[in-house]
């Protein structure tokens, strides 16, 4: 378990993929490709290269594949991808991501499928850091943890609420679980009714930083949570996602706007 520091004041344990780092200084800032073919892929790399001095990590939503998640098409499509990142001039690091439907994602998976997937990603050597869904089998998480960290690749422990907002102590419960299971980041979304919603999420962010010095990466979704995602970090949040081009949640800034808000929130 998890435990607080008798200092209060937990090594700070910060995570860094290539050059970008989790849970030290102002958010990282993250985009999506939600792309459901390579073209449409490697189209939105194109579009996030143009921009990268404004990006420190690309997600791939590798759910939304057309083709499905069968692992020689996650390779392939995973391939064209990282081969599109390495010709930039600063390699941006991608963060591999299957949400599934049970979190508000497209992949429609059994764990096996889950495991295999990821798998190939890992062992294809695709990833770099890669989101698990903590609330999945509890023995392919174990496994899929295990693989990851045996290549060499960080977890990011991931929970999506998409109909409501979990009391403060339970998100930070949630958070400090996915320390337990293995995870080096620890990543939850929740959807806000109200602000006091989006209020208990910045605080199980506070709450949890705090105790377990592991990078927590935090948002409210929809209107009501934007707040959150500008000024998560002030709060402990490591990281908040930007669009360009399509948003991959319900609430997620244009990258141009967020980071003009970040240098407001976090000043140089
Ligand atoms: O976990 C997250 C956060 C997110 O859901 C958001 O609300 O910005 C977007 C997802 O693509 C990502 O996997």
Redesign the pocket.
């Known amino acids: 378990m998890a435990t607080e520091p008798e200092d209060g004041t937990p090594a700070p344990l910060p995570v860094t993929v290539r050059g970008t780092t989790l849970g030290a200084g102002r958010p990282a800032v993250v985009v999506?490709l939600t792309g459901a073919t390579v073209e449409a892929l490697l189209a939105e790399v194109a579009a996030v290269l143009a921009v990268a001095e404004q990006v420190d990590l690309v997600?791939w939503?590798v759910d939304h594949l057309a083709a499905g998640l069968a692992p020689a098409d996650v390779v392939a499509a995973g391939r064209a991808v990282t081969g599109a990142l390495d010709a930039a001039p600063r390699r941006l690091p991608l963060l591999v991501?299957i949400?599934t439907t049970a979190e508000g994602g497209s992949a429609d998976v059994d764990p096996p499928g889950y495991e295999a997937a990821l798998r190939a990603a890992v062992d294809a050597g695709i990833a770099d850091l890669l989101?698990v869904e903590v609330a999945r089998d509890a023995a392919t998480v174990d496994r899929v943890v295990a693989r990851a960290h045996a290549a060499g690749v960080p977890v990011v422990g991931?929970h999506?609420d998409f109909d409501r907002t979990p009391p403060r102590e339970q998100i930070a419960a949630t958070l400090l679980a996915m320390a337990d299971l293995g995870a080096d980041v620890l990543?939850v979304?929740v959807m806000p009714h109200d602000p006091g919603d989006v209020l208990a999420l910045l605080g199980a962010t506070w709450d949890t930083t705090r105790r377990t010095g592991r990078p927590v990466i935090t948002?409210a979704?929809g209107p009501l949570g934007v707040a959150s995602r500008v000024a998560g970090g002030t709060f402990g949040s490591a990281a908040t996602?930007a669009a360009v081009g399509a948003a991959?949640?319900p609430?997620?800034v244009g990258l141009a706007a967020l980071r003009a808000a970040l240098d407001v929130v976090h000043p140089a």
């Open positions: 999506p997600e939503r991501t949400r989101d991931s999506h990543k979304a948002m979704m996602f991959s949640a609430g997620q």
